[in-house]
């Protein structure tokens, strides 16, 4: 088979290799192309060399092309991949710290809350672009597979307003899965679920393992007996108690999403554990992304040799991306989890928002389970974060500050902590801090800046209740070493003993 994927964003270098090669596991996939676009040129021949380095290898007819420029990717693609974080770790940073600065405490900030709806305001304008220049240019009915968070109203307004086939993709439904089988002690391939909602606030609404079903009391034991789980996992295990089903989303994730478990900046180490950065650290995701970046930059080589690998060794994984091009271009039908419209799919959720639920892909397309009425407590949470996303991605598309300051105040978490005039002094100091990503709001850019010349409400220089400090490559080096020479000492007692 031979076709054109084009890879928008492919400077994410990590995330790049692993769904090539995935998609190179796909035997009939040997002759495709591999259009690789990013705005980094550094960063986009680095994943260049790693790829092609993959196919020469492995001894593929794969082309690969790279260029900065997107029009010249993006021509007779038939697939779109898009992994693009609009403002970088630059603009992530302003994400966290200033709503830092009004009592608004958030793990990963790419969802909801303050921080996931500016980056939904950056990434729209973006989004928007790409979506006409894949109209134009792509073949028809090409289509568009998002990765990009905030994924609901990334999908959201390329479905509705870039008028694209599109379907968002995120792997925490995989993830929450392994997780659910570890903690039940048996194979992941024993265990069966359909999961429901909206992407980050999914719902493992049956669980079986070989067809028997697995109650909440059986799996909040579970979860509880577990030594990691039982601390890292505070709050998704408080949910369950309280709503009898468990979110695919991870503890941090979830923390942010609801109002109930960062309120109180006293309260919020209760609720998290910081032995990794996706249990509730403050600001765990950024610190997590900008040590990863600098550690790749210095040990580039090293990368680069590991591309060196024969693909009959790799396991592909569970991304989808690879498992729903073979399904659509072979037949060979894949279950899995989608973001797209709902559209009754899911009967107690608005008919216009994007959803993330069970569906098959084949030869005609994806295919959703339709008829999925979601528990009480489930539906509630999720269609608060829906009108949250619906004015969000309207704020996006007009550029109407006004709607984006209602959007932000109707978030759960921000709502149950600042005043409006926190909130609206808030939102003008993101978007002035954030102005060159954001076109939409050139006209306000100045009136905002005036009002902050007399602010209305104090803010504080605060880091958070659970703030780590972001190590060096060096430091990130030493402890991997120590680690190295424990995992070894363990070893060599096990084998004396």
């Known amino acids: 088979m031979t076709f054109k994927i084009c890879i928008i964003g492919a400077g994410s270098v990590g995330f790049t290799k692993k769904l090539v090669s995935d998609i190179l596991c796909v035997a009939e996939f040997e002759e495709v192309e591999f259009a690789l676009h990013d705005i980094n040129a550094k960063n986009l021949d680095m994943v260049r060399q790693i790829v092609e380095k993959i196919v020469a290898v492995n001894g593929l007819k794969t082309r690969i092309t790279a260029t900065t420029d997107r029009r010249e990717a993006l021509k007779d693609a038939r697939y779109i991949m898009n992994f693009v974080r609009i403002g970088g770790l630059e603009a992530f940073a302003d994400d966290i710290r200033i709503p830092l600065k009004y009592g608004v405490d958030q793990c990963v900030g790419d969802t909801i809350c303050a921080g996931g709806i500016l980056y939904g305001q950056r990434g729209i304008a973006f989004m928007l672009e790409l979506c006409a220049d894949i109209k134009e240019l792509a073949e028809k009915d090409a289509l568009l597979l998002n990765y990009s968070n905030p994924m609901v109203m990334m999908t959201w307004a390329a479905i509705e307003y870039g008028g694209v086939n599109a379907v968002g993709l995120c792997h925490g439904v995989q993830n929450g899965h392994r997780q659910i089988a570890r903690a039940l002690k048996v ?171 069970t569906g098959f892909i084949d030869r005609f397309g994806i295919n959703m389970v339709e008829g999925i009425t979601l528990p009480d407590a489930c539906q509630a949470t999720c269609n608060v974060s829906v009108n949250v996303q619906r004015m969000s991605v309207k704020a996006a598309v007009t550029g109407d500050l006004m709607l984006l300051k209602q959007a932000v105040l109707h978030d759960p978490l921000v709502g149950a902590i600042c005043t409006p005039d926190e909130v609206w002094q808030m939102v003008d100091e993101m978007v002035v801090a954030q102005a060159e990503w954001l076109p939409q709001y050139a006209g306000e850019i100045e009136g905002a800046k005036k009002r902050l010349e007399n602010p209305t409400v104090a803010t504080r220089d605060w880091e958070g209740a659970a703030r780590k400090h972001v190590r060096t490559v060096e430091e990130l080096r030493d402890e991997q070493a120590k680690a190295t020479a424990s995992e070894g000492h363990d070893l060599g007692t096990k084998v004396m003993g």
Do not use: M
């Not at 709503?243 to 209760?270: M, Q, V």
């Not at 554990?273 to 610190?287: A, K, M, V």
């Not at 550690?295 to 592909?316: I, M, N, V």
């Open 187 to 357: 194979p992941f391939e024993e265990v069966d679920i359909i999961c429901s909602g909206i992407n980050h606030q999914t719902w493992y609404l049956d669980i079986r393992h070989n067809g028997r079903q697995i109650g909440s009391q059986e799996l909040i034991d579970a979860l509880e007996a577990h030594p990691a789980y039982s601390q890292q996992e505070k709050v998704r295990i408080d949910v369950l108690k309280r709503f009898g089903y468990y979110s695919t989303e991870s503890n941090g994730h979830l923390s942010e999403y609801l109002p109930w478990y960062r309120k109180r900046p006293e309260a919020i180490n209760d609720w998290i554990s910081l032995d990794g950065w996706i249990h509730g650290e403050t600001g765990g995701y950024l610190r997590y992304s900008t040590e990863n970046r600098n550690w790749f930059e210095t040990d580039f080589p090293k990368f680069l040799e590991e591309a060196g690998t024969d693909l009959s060794t790799y396991e592909r994984t569970d991304e989808h991306a690879s498992w729903i091009l073979e399904a659509l271009e072979t037949g060979r039908t894949y279950r899995g989890h989608f973001n797209v419209k709902n559209g009754g799919t899911i009967t107690n959720l608005p008919e216009d928002c994007i959803i993330e639920s």
